[in-house]
Structure formats: C-alpha cells, structure tokens
C-alpha cells in the first residue's frame, strides 16, 4: 500500500498538506478553545446571578438587578431609573477582577 501512494504522488500531497494541517491546529489551540472555555465561563456567571447583584453590560451601564425574567434582568441603574436588558448584554459582575 505504501508503495502505492509513493508511486502515484499521494505521499507528496500528504506532506505538502502537513504544515496548513499543523497551522490549523495551532489556531484550535490558542483562539477557539480559549474563547469557547471563556464564553462558558460567562454563561455560567450569567446563570448564577441573583437580585442585587452589580453586573456591568456591554454597553457600559452598571446597574443592581432588580427582578430576574426567562431571557432578561430588569436593572436599577441609577436613582428610580429602571431597564431591561437581554441577559447577552451582561459582560460581567461589578468589583470582579477583569481578565
């Protein structure tokens, strides 16, 4: 068999296709799985939210959520003004350490 691919080119195509097979992975490895282990890690600390939490959204408003809906928080951002934001806005908790 191996004889085979070494008569016909396919060994050649083998190799000259290595390094774009290598290069791939190195992207796996340093952009996708960090981004999908830091996106999980965001989804769980959405989950974990209670009332009165400070979360900051990606907006930039810092606010204390105030009531907690299916697919979003109502927070009290600043005196009696109250908004709803979709719980993707949420970026993060207030007074957490940003990474």
């Not at 195509?13 to 282990?37: A, N």
């Not at 890690?41 to 990606?58: G, R, Y």
């Amino acid at each position: 068999m191996m004889f085979f691919l070494f008569q016909n080119g396919g060994a050649s195509l083998f190799w000259s296709i290595l390094p774009l097979l290598i290069v791939i992975l190195i992207f796996y490895l340093l952009v996708i799985l960090p981004h999908r282990r830091q996106q999980r890690e965001l989804m769980q600390m959405i989950e974990s939210l209670k009332i009165n939490d400070e979360v900051i959204t990606s907006g930039g408003v810092i606010g204390k959520i105030k009531e907690i809906r299916e697919t979003s928080f109502v927070i009290l951002s600043a005196d009696k003004s109250f908004i709803e934001i979709g719980k993707n806005a949420v970026i993060g908790k207030r007074g957490e350490k940003s990474r």
